[in-house]
């Protein structure tokens, strides 16, 4: 399994941006669609975004979309979530994840996800 380590996360106000992370080791991640899911505390997992193992094909969830782009780079073996206009909403813990698909990821099917970053988005 391809081991994923998240950074970025921090304090920042609403409106504010933040650009999350994400390093694979272990083993090269091409192969694997990936994406970003987040849990709130007190609420379920949500599947926030979701890239094809090519960057063609994304995914986003509604409550993200037009806010949030994902990107990743092959070469550098690392993903990238651009959070943009923070809502207190959107307060978390961001993991990454990997899986066969976009459409897997998007059924909430990771198969190796990483340890999370906070993210708290002050009012």
């Known amino acids: 399994q391809v081991q994923l380590v998240e950074s970025g996360g921090g304090l920042v106000q609403a409106g504010g941006s933040l650009r999350l992370s994400c390093a694979a080791s272990?083993?090269?991640?091409?192969?694997?669609?990936l994406g970003w899911f987040r849990q709130a505390s007190g609420k379920e997992r949500e599947v926030v975004s979701a890239v094809s193992q090519n960057g063609r094909m994304t995914y986003y969830a509604d409550s993200v979309k037009g806010r949030f782009t994902i990107s990743r780079d092959n070469a550098k073996n690392t993903m990238y979530l651009q959070m943009n206009s923070l809502k207190p909403e959107d307060t978390a813990v961001y993991y990454c994840?990997?899986?066969?698909?976009?459409?897997?990821?998007?059924?909430?099917?990771?198969?190796?996800w990483g340890q999370g970053t906070q993210v708290t988005v002050s009012s």
């Open positions: 272990g083993r090269t991640f091409s192969p694997y669609a």
């Open positions: 994840g990997a899986g066969s698909s976009v459409a897997a990821l998007r059924g909430n099917n990771f198969g190796s």
